[in-house]
T-cell receptor, first 111, second 113 residues
């Protein structure tokens, strides 16, 4: 089955700086890569996703890049704010929405 | 996007008992899934809830422990059977398909004592 590795496990950044989270996947048939943000005690919320026919996608301060050859994808958050503090999960799927998740990254934005 | 209602939101149960969790969606969706999130951990797919037929379970999960129903395109239940403290987790339903990406219900926080 699919194996998704996510790094780093924790990330502390100064407010206004950028944060980058990286994931690798093992199944070359995976073609859908969502990112979720989970605040304490809440459900995971989809913040951005990318499909394999696209190399990069941006939504305001959030961007995701995909390198299919290397089987890795990354989340970039620019101009971080305290409300960006949360646990972020990457995931991969073959397009059937059966998601394999990374272990998660706890992001702390220092004011 | 679809609105997902999951209940109960939390429960404390005695070991050896069973709990049924319900997931209701406000529109017809193709795919419904159940995930488990153990304390401080990531999410793991338990099974795909198939409308009108038996669920498809992932490795490590079996029907006797986690029976699932999906009588129509908007509703599914997950039962956690013969519970032990190791079953203490958050259980989440997820829906996807058509114009709906993979969204999650608010989860059921289960504590087994």
């Amino acid at each position: 089955g699919e194996n998704v590795e996510q790094h780093p496990s924790t990330l502390s950044v100064q407010e206004g700086d950028s944060a980058v989270i990286k994931c690798t996947y093992s199944d070359s048939a995976s073609n859908y890569f969502p990112w979720y943000k989970q605040e304490l005690g809440k459900r995971p919320q989809l913040i951005i996703d990318i499909r394999s026919n696209v190399g990069e996608k941006k939504d305001q301060r959030i961007a995701v890049t995909l390198n299919k050859t290397a089987k890795h994808f990354s989340l970039h958050i620019t101009e971080t704010q305290p409300e960006d503090s949360a646990v972020y999960f990457c995931a991969a799927s073959r397009g059937d929405y059966k998601l394999s998740f990374g272990a998660g990254t706890t992001v702390t934005v220092r004011a | 996007s679809a609105v997902i209602s999951q209940k109960p939101s939390r429960d404390i149960c005695q070991r050896g008992t069973s709990l049924t969790i319900q997931c209701q969606v406000d529109s017809q969706v193709t795919m419904m899934f159940w995930y488990r999130q153990q304390p401080g951990q990531s999410l793991t797919l338990i099974a795909t809830a198939n409308q009108g037929s038996e669920a498809t379970y992932e490795s490590g999960f079996v029907i006797d422990k986690f029976p699932i129903s999906r009588p129509n395109l908007t509703f599914s239940t997950l039962t956690v059977s013969n519970m032990s403290p190791e079953d203490s987790s958050i259980y989440l339903c997820s829906v996807a398909g058509g114009n709906t990406e993979a969204f999650f219900g608010q989860g059921t926080r289960l504590t087994v004592v």
